[in-house]
T-cell receptor
Framework: DTGVSQDPRHKITKRGQNVTFRCDPI?????LYWYRQTLGQGPEFLTY????????KSRLLSDRFSAERPKGSFSTLEIQRTEQGDSAMYLC??????????????FGNGTRLTVT | AQSVTQLGSHVSVSEGALVLLRCNYS??????LFWYVQYPNQGLQLLLK??????LVKGINGFEAEFKKSETSFHLTKPSAHMSDAAEYFC?????????????FGTGTRLTIIP
């Protein structure tokens, strides 16, 4: 168990640029989640996958955001035309199975995005 | 919809003193409740979870939480604080049924330990 890995750890970009983050879940985990955490707030749910299927998207996920999980392994989160309000920590988490109670989320260390 | 409210964004306690972090939930159905801890520059780590099997739940690092339905609370406690407990703590809730498998987090409580 090598844990959930996120890349990059930090990203600084200029407003209007596109950015892409990667998440590698724990290998046998079929569920993968993306959360966003801004300063002083708890993580906010963005979207989640079961295998390669994206099962739910939050209303927070505007049209500029897209997430994929090809082949049900790693996932990418892309933000197009970044805005300063996108500055946040983007957290990825994974779990095995379909019930959070039996199979709790394992979080990565996050990608901190700063939009200047 | 489910939600949790954490009272007190910052809590300071002396080393060796009781730690009490408050969490109240709102849910129209029986909830699953969790406490997570986040150390600086790290991801969230599960401390404990409420399974409905027992109202007093013991977690890692000496923490425990008690589910009180009458008070809609799930407060986190530790009898004696240690310097290593300094971190941010998040309460989270999800519905107690299959099909809505995402966590809704509170805004967090930053715990400071005074030497």
């Amino acid at each position: 168990d090598t844990g959930v890995s996120q890349d990059p750890r930090h990203k600084i970009t200029k407003r209007g640029q596109n950015v892409t983050f990667r998440c590698d879940p724990i290998s046998e985990h079929n569920r993968l989640y993306w959360y966003r955490q801004t300063l002083g707030q708890g993580p906010e749910f963005l979207t989640y996958f079961q295998n390669e299927a994206q099962l739910e998207k939050s209303r927070l996920l505007s049209d500029r955001f897209s997430a994929e999980r090809p082949k049900g392994s790693f996932s990418t989160l892309e933000i197009q035309r970044t805005e300063q309000g996108d500055s946040a920590m983007y957290l990825c988490a994974s779990s095995f199975g379909t019930e959070l109670l039996s199979n709790p989320l394992h979080f990565g260390n996050g990608t901190r995005l700063t939009v200047t | 919809a489910q939600s949790v409210t954490q009272l007190g964004s910052h809590v300071s306690v002396s080393e060796g003193a009781l730690v009490l972090l408050r969490c109240n939930y709102s849910s129209s159905v029986p909830p699953y409740l969790f406490w997570y801890v986040q150390y600086p520059n790290q991801g969230l780590q599960l401390l404990l979870k409420y399974t409905s099997a027992a109202t007093l739940v013991k977690g890692i690092n000496g923490f425990e939480a008690e589910f009180k339905k009458s008070e809609t609370s799930f407060h986190l406690t530790k009898p004696s604080a240690h310097m290593s407990d300094a971190a941010e703590y998040f309460c989270a809730v999800t519905r107690n049924n299959f099909g809505n498998e995402k966590l809704t987090f509170g805004t967090g409580t930053r715990l400071t330990i005074i030497p």
